[in-house]
């Protein structure tokens, strides 16, 4: 990690790899704005951000909910994939691949992320739209929530969770079967690797209905938690346990131990 924080230092791409991450938690928090410091964003003059900075993103309309969990998605996975940029950083460094690469690599694992935010914005308003969300992105049915929870926590053990995972775990292995010498090879392998990125984290990233949409500890724990499940060390002690702890919630949701 110290290697890193120094090459990024030295290295532009990632000053504004980590800059574009910590840009998106900043529109996360202007995002989730308490509604009598709204009157605050009047000085920027624009009725935009009015808009951008309404507590309730899912009653607002589908573009400023697409664009909260964009945001979302820019802010919580990005961190996720920094051992994949940081391989395919020491390939482009020993000559093996090009620094235009890096951000071909990324826009490919960001245009995954893009689409699966577009769902994910579209369900956000329609449970909104049915009651089923509170103005704050957070269910409002016990029977959500549970599902919510225990089909995270059953994913958690699922044979397709640990293909991905596995394959998240080993950046250099995962280059090494992939690479071809050609050209946009480097987006087609983020686009890979977007979408084993995605097989891990769908369903922890739905339980944002759960936490709340706009609730940015809940984010800042999730995040955490799927950073975590990558690193070889930590993972056998986060997916499963995580599993059997989200399925007892959901359990306890639904069975009214929990309300």
């Not at 936490?211 to 993972?235: D, F, H, I, R, Y």
Request: aromatic share 12%.
């Amino acid at each position: 990690m110290l290697a890193l924080a120094r090459k990024s230092l030295r290295d532009w791409h990632w000053l504004v790899f980590f800059a574009a991450i910590l840009a998106a938690w900043a529109g996360l928090y202007a995002m989730q704005l308490p509604a009598d410091l709204l009157d605050g964003a009047q000085i920027y003059g624009a009725e935009f951000w009015a808009t951008l900075c309404r507590v309730e993103p899912g009653l607002a309309g589908y573009p400023t909910a697409f664009l909260m969990w964009a945001l979302m998605a820019a802010a919580m996975m990005a961190p996720t994939f920094v051992p994949a940029l940081a391989t395919f950083d020491d390939l482009a460094g020993a000559g093996a691949a090009s620094r235009r690469g890096f951000a071909e690599l990324l826009g490919g694992y960001g245009a995954i992320w893009l689409g699966f935010s577009l769902l994910a914005a579209l369900a956000q308003v329609l449970l909104a739209q049915s009651a089923m969300l509170s103005p704050l992105g957070q269910s409002a049915s016990p029977w959500l929530t549970a599902g919510l929870l225990i089909a995270a926590g059953a994913y958690q053990f699922s044979a397709l969770k640990d293909a991905c995972l596995t394959q998240c775990m080993a950046p250099f292995s995962f280059f090494m079967r992939h690479w071809r010498d050609t050209r946009w090879n480097a987006a087609k392998l983020g686009l890979r690797l977007g979408t084993l990125c995605l097989g891990c984290c769908w369903a922890l990233m739905l339980l944002g209905f759960v936490g709340g949409t706009m609730n940015l500890a809940w984010m800042g724990a999730a995040t955490v938690l799927m950073v975590l499940e990558k690193l070889p060390q930590a993972s056998r002690f986060i997916v499963r346990p995580l599993g059997v702890v989200l399925i007892f919630a959901g359990l306890a949701v639904a069975t009214g131990t929990v309300i």
